[in-house]
């Protein structure tokens, strides 16, 4: 208990245990919220389903099998729209972040396309490529592209400027410097950067799912909205949350295992 205390200081760090119990905490708090609410008539059943109403539905759903292919669509959607768009961002961005003249020639232009809003798009994509897949995962390359290059180039960007006079004062060369003191230092914030991003990505996909798609989890929550299934929405969107804290482990513990150096 005193380590826990004395956590609570500026940058202060505690055990996994003391994170996996407050974190569990912060969960049952809004289960028991939500079961107040619900399991005592405050709050009518059709608009908040009770929680064990939710996870009767759930376990309907997976059992019929439908919906884990709705889940497969959906994160083969998300993960191909960014993964194209991680590729094409990180050249870009570092070099953004790197050289004045490429800045110069790019950054006004990807900040231009940022503010234009992916969803306003779906209407286009579909005259242009149709409504399949090619659809789902244009509206996340472009809903996912300009924020991970702006991102990208202000991660290399902060890379202290004192890192790299230090290299040059040692004998590095302009060309080596990019890989020896600015890639190795900004890569685990880029980390950070995916992460973030990626969960932006998920927000595009289920817009583009509620505009002319057949399957994913998108579809479902539509589809229970006309058949005013409000328990089937609840699964599907405590689903989407459920899947993007797996990822954000995931995310996490890669950033511990090749970052190591950065704590």
Not at 34 to 41: D, K, Q, Y
Not at 48 to 64: E, H, N, S
Not at 83 to 107: C, D, K, N, R, S
Request: glycine share 8%; charged share 15%.
């Amino acid at each position: 208990m005193g380590a826990l205390l004395n956590a609570f200081t500026p940058k202060g760090k505690i055990k996994p245990v003391y994170i996996f119990i407050i974190a569990a905490v912060a969960f049952g708090i809004i289960l028991g919220i939500w079961s107040a609410f619900t399991l005592t008539g405050a709050v009518d059943a059709f608009f908040l389903p009770p929680p064990t109403a939710v996870v009767k539905t759930a376990a309907d759903l997976f059992m019929r099998g439908d919906f884990l292919n709705d889940i497969g669509i959906t994160v083969f959607r998300v993960m191909t729209g960014f993964l194209i768009a991680a590729v094409v961002a990180l050249p870009l961005g570092v070099m953004i972040g790197t050289y004045a003249p490429i800045a110069a020639f790019l950054e006004y232009v990807v900040s231009f396309i940022r503010y234009l809003p992916a969803s306003a798009f779906i209407p286009l994509f579909i005259l242009w490529i149709g409504i399949d897949e090619p659809e789902k995962i244009a509206v996340i390359i472009l809903g996912s592209l300009p924020q991970l290059i702006l991102m990208i180039a202000t991660n290399v960007r902060n890379v202290p400027r004192s890192m790299i006079e230090v290299s040059y004062t040692l004998g590095t060369s302009k060309a080596d410097v990019l890989w020896k003191i600015i890639l190795p230092k900004a890569l685990p914030d880029i980390m950070d950067t995916f992460r973030t991003v990626l969960g932006w990505a998920w927000t595009y996909v289920i817009v583009a799912e509620l505009v002319g798609a057949s399957s994913g989890i998108g579809f479902m929550i539509i589809q229970s909205q006309r058949m005013m299934n409000t328990a089937n929405i609840f699964v599907g969107i405590l689903s989407i949350g459920f899947i993007g804290m797996f990822i954000d482990v995931l995310f996490k513990i890669c950033h511990k295992k090749f970052f190591f150096w950065n704590d």
